[in-house]
């Protein structure tokens, strides 16, 4: 179990990378409506729960979020270039990926 989990997240890693790589500015998109929504779902469900408390709490989370996209939203093109700039420089010395990953075997092996 514990070696497929390992393998598994090794080759997410990999796929999250190459994603990212392909997909930087509607990545920064998502991120930034997935934390409203999950804001959102959060007032909800403490609210379907009867948890007041934790339903404000999402409603004020949901209120900050959108102010924060609104505020944020027209910065994506940067925000989407610097992510490029890095994920270029990690494509240019890929050398360190598999240095990367050689540790992180290693420190799988010392988990066993």
């Known amino acids: 179990c514990v070696a497929m989990c390992g393998v598994f997240a090794i080759g997410l890693a990999t796929v999250a990378l190459g994603v990212m790589m392909q997909f930087a500015r509607e990545l920064v998109k998502i991120s930034l409506i997935f934390s ?20 404000v709490m999402g409603l004020l989370g949901f209120g900050f979020g959108i102010c924060y996209a609104s505020m944020v939203w027209q910065r994506i093109p940067f925000a989407a270039a610097n992510l490029n700039t890095a994920l270029a420089a990690v494509k240019a010395n890929l050398g360190l990926a598999v240095v990367a990953y050689i540790f992180l075997a290693i420190a799988f092996a010392w988990s066993i």
């Open 36 to 55: 409203v929504i999950s804001s959102l779902v959060v007032a909800l469900l403490g609210f379907a729960a009867g948890q007041v408390m934790m339903g």
